[in-house]
């Protein structure tokens, strides 16, 4: 009868064991989940502050007309720059490493693949296994030129209507006011 205890118990102990191994690989991808996510956040937020650079550029030089000015509202006509950079270092202080980073419609697709492992496992094989993700984030224009003379611009955005003179830097609104990056599915 002893012996059936302790095969019993021997087996319910290597079940136990199985199932901590799953549970370590479901921390080890979410973590990686949240590596990518926080890398391609990183990336579209870098390109959208180059987007907030060139729409102060564009409200400063009286040649630029309305249609120029929408154009970079809009969006979609980012320059990458150092994007993926940007996208690297917050992967890496998230113990992942960038496998690619990709300009992806008005946004950045990243894969990332976690520098841990699971480490030791009783299941042969797995102790080395990296979890790899995908993230996926969007630049979205808010606003829309209603008005670009030298002394007076107006906008009107998703959430309020600007107006503001484009030489006093206290009024110009910022780059959150005009652009949205979120995570995309």
């Known amino acids: 009868m002893f012996p059936l205890y302790v095969a019993l118990i021997t087996g319910l102990l290597t079940i136990a064991l199985v199932f901590f191994v799953f ?7 979410s973590g990686g989940q949240s590596a990518a996510d926080a890398a391609a956040l990183a990336a579209t937020t870098e390109a959208r502050d180059r987007l907030y650079e060139r729409f102060l550029d564009a409200i400063e030089d009286e040649g630029e007309d309305e249609e120029a000015l929408d154009d970079i509202l809009s969006g979609e006509d980012f320059e990458t720059g150092s994007a993926c950079g940007a996208a690297a ?10 496998d690619s980073c990709d300009v992806h419609q008005t946004g950045y697709l990243v894969d990332v693949t976690t520098t841990d492992t699971l480490g030791d496992t009783v299941i042969p094989g797995t102790g080395g296994s990296r979890a790899a993700a995908t993230g996926r984030a969007v630049i979205e224009g808010l606003c829309r030129t209603t ?4 002394d007076r611009i107006e906008l009107e955005c998703e959430e309020r209507r600007w107006e503001f003179d484009p030489g006093n830097e206290d009024e110009r609104p910022e780059a959150r006011d005009l652009f949205r990056v979120y995570l995309e599915d």
């Open 23 to 29: 549970a370590q690989a479901a921390v080890l991808r």
């Open 147 to 150: 008005t670009k003379e030298a």
């Open 89 to 98: 270092s917050l992967a890496a202080r998230n113990d992942a490493a960038v």
